[in-house]
């Protein structure tokens, strides 16, 4: 089912749920947008009509709606999220009581449900607020906590809407979470690694980080625990998981090896570095000094330590070649004992590195490949996710 139900109650950072619709939007999934009679003091039922494309529902007897419309529209959604949430609402949730479509619909609702509080810290702190909150978690209703921030009454508090990305991204774990994802660590690695010469120059690589940052949001919205160690790139981290930022292959390797133990998937998705400088300084080196033949060093291969040290966690690596691709990759799969390589051609000018979009190949250990064509990074991730899932129920299917 590719439709949420989206409620929203008379709270000043209902404007928010227009972005929370766009963002939904971009995930395509279709919105029906349910109001509460006293939000539609604040904004107009055909402002999220015109931006849901649906009918905006308000009132239980509607004669444009179906005969039986909280009913039909349970059975149509795969989540219902209520964002803002009241505390008003938030009550009568808890209470069953069941006077307008909106908590009437909460009742037939069998999807998961999700509600992202909004109100005054005061109200959200009243033990009355925190025993219906306590209620509804008892009945498997899930929250997104409300953010410490401006609030509209001119304080500033914990009350707060969090943000409709944050919003979203845990809606969509909870509609995505697979079963064998669940309580499983996956280690991602993104972006380049610098390695210093001094304070000032450094060794580096083109990666954008951006491949990385994607398998880990989708590791996350499938239902893992998620941890992301990446090296210095400036990107909006995924909401969930765990972030870890590290500058060269060693750190890299260190923060690795950190998770290695509790990891059930590593995906090194990172550019680490190949080389390193010989000799660094801690402070600037003057030009004067500097000759020009630096000497280098090769960095610790991180993904052929883990491979020789695995203890069944999954490994995935990544290839970037400008040349024979699937033999090249195929020799690193074995080199460092992979569970599944991921290659793409680094000399094409419109996918890879630095690139929203990329084209790739995945080569497996029993000679299988298959080729995930042009696409988005967002999708890509999907696939190779998805791809290693399977790899994990059929580790199952075999213990
Ligand atoms: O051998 P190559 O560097 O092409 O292999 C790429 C794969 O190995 C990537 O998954 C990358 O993250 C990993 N790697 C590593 N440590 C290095 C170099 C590469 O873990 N020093």
């Known amino acids: 089912m590719n439709k949420i139900a989206l409620g929203v109650a ?5 404007y928010k749920a227009a972005d929370i619709i766009r963002l939904f939007q971009k995930e395509d999934l279709a919105v029906r947008v ?3 009679e006293k939000a539609t003091r604040f904004i107009q039922p055909d402002f999220f009509t015109a931006l849901s494309g649906e009918e ?3 009132n239980l007897f509607d004669r444009r709606q179906r005969p039986i419309e909280h009913i039909a529209l349970a059975d ?25 479509f909106l908590s009437t619909f909460y009742l037939a609702v069998k999807s998961p449900v999700l509600i992202a509080p909004a109100m005054n810290e005061a109200m959200f702190l009243h033990p009355q607020t925190q025993a219906n909150i306590k209620k509804l978690r008892d009945n498997g209703v899930e929250f997104v906590e409300p953010e410490a921030g401006y609030l509209a009454c001119g304080q500033t508090g914990g009350g707060r809407l969090a943000s409709p990305e944050k919003i979203v991204q845990t809606s969509l774990r ?7 994802f669940k309580d499983k660590l996956i280690v991602v690695t993104a972006g380049p690694t610098r390695e210093s010469l001094d304070p000032v120059r450094f060794l580096s690589n083109r990666s954008s980080g951006k491949m990385g940052y994607e398998l880990a949001r989708q590791a996350y919205q499938l239902g893992a625990e998620v941890v992301l160690i990446k090296g210095p790139v400036e990107l909006e981290p995924p909401t969930g998981v765990k972030v870890e930022t590290v500058v060269s292959s060693e750190e890299m390797r260190q923060a690795v090896f950190k998770y290695y133990d509790q990891a059930s998937v590593v995906i090194m998705s990172a550019a680490v570095s190949d080389f390193r400088f010989r ?13 020009l033949n630096l000497e280098l060093e090769r960095t610790p291969d991180i993904l052929e330590e883990l491979g020789h040290l695995k203890r069944g966690q999954l490994l995935v690596g990544f290839a970037a070649e400008t040349a024979d691709l699937k033999t090249r990759a195929s020799d690193k799969m074995k080199r460092k004992k992979l569970d599944l390589i991921v290659a793409n051609d680094v000399s094409r000018e419109d996918i890879g590195f630095g690139r929203d979009e990329n084209e790739v ?9 298959r080729l995930i064509g042009k696409t988005s990074k967002r999708k890509v991730s999907q696939e190779i996710l998805t791809e290693i899932g399977a790899m994990l129920n059929e580790r199952k299917g075999n213990n």
Do not use: C, H
Request: net charge positive.
């Open 76 to 100: 149509e959604i795969s989540l219902l999220l209520i964002a803002p949430a009241t505390a008003n609402i938030i009550a009568k949730l808890a209470s069953g009581l069941a006077d307008d």
């Open 10 to 14: 008379s709270s000043i950072s209902i």
């Open 56 to 58: 905006t529902i308000v």
């Open 361 to 369: 190949y995945l080569f497996w250990p029993d000679g299988r490949e």
């Open 279 to 291: 000799q660094t300084s801690l402070k600037k080196i003057r030009k004067e000094k500097l000759t």
């Open 34 to 36: 349910i109001m509460t």
């Open 174 to 180: 909870l509609i995505r979470r697979q079963p064998v």
